[in-house]
């Protein structure tokens, strides 16, 4: 791993645990054991070009996660309850999920810099046809795609949310029953 690719990783886990304000820039370069020039020469605009950079790594990371290991079964209520599966077991073992961290800098990007609400606002419209793209795949048109894949985004991520704040996966597994009616199949 190199040194821009160990900056983002520690950069992602630190900014998840501690938001872009709790997150100070010593406390990343303790963490990652550089001295100041090594961060400015890897991001030159300082802490914003970082929180986009960041923003950035953990999409495509949950891009791959959700192409490779979700959104791989024969139909697509079968992916996406895979989908809500996987983010309940993620739960149980206490693991860090992109989207949280992306949904909490997008929620603190409408004070930051314009920069960070114009990624944020990318990344999410990747996000959502990403399930628009998916849904066409299995045999939706274009304007039912894209009324399901928004019903769904929001009910997976506003579960994923309020799951996280309770510590519990209950409501992801709610939506799991409803997802019948969304997807018909």
């Known amino acids: ?47 914003i070009q970082l929180i986009q950079e960041v923003l950035e790594y953990s999409y495509r990371k949950m891009e791959y996660g959700i192409t490779h290991r979700m959104l791989i079964h024969p139909t697509a209520l079968a992916s996406f309850e895979c989908m809500l599966d996987r983010l309940a077991d993620g739960f149980e073992h206490k693991r860090s999920f992109a989207s949280l961290l992306m949904s909490m800098i997008a929620i603190e990007s409408v004070y930051l810099d314009e920069r960070v609400q114009t990624t944020c606002r990318q990344i999410y419209g990747k996000w959502q046809q990403l399930y628009v793209d998916f849904l066409m795949q299995h045999g939706f048109d274009h304007d039912e795609s894209l009324i399901k894949a928004q019903a769904i985004f929001a009910m997976v991520h506003g579960s994923l949310i309020s799951s996280w704040i309770k510590r519990s996966p209950e409501d992801l597994l709610m939506v799991k029953k409803i997802l019948p009616s969304i997807i018909g199949e």
């Open 1 to 47: 791993m190199d040194k821009k690719e160990l900056i983002l990783q520690k950069a992602s886990m630190l900014f998840a645990e501690k938001g872009y304000y709790g997150l100070g820039l010593s406390e990343l370069l303790k963490s990652c054991d550089i001295p100041k020039g090594s961060f400015y020469y890897y991001f030159p605009d300082g802490k």
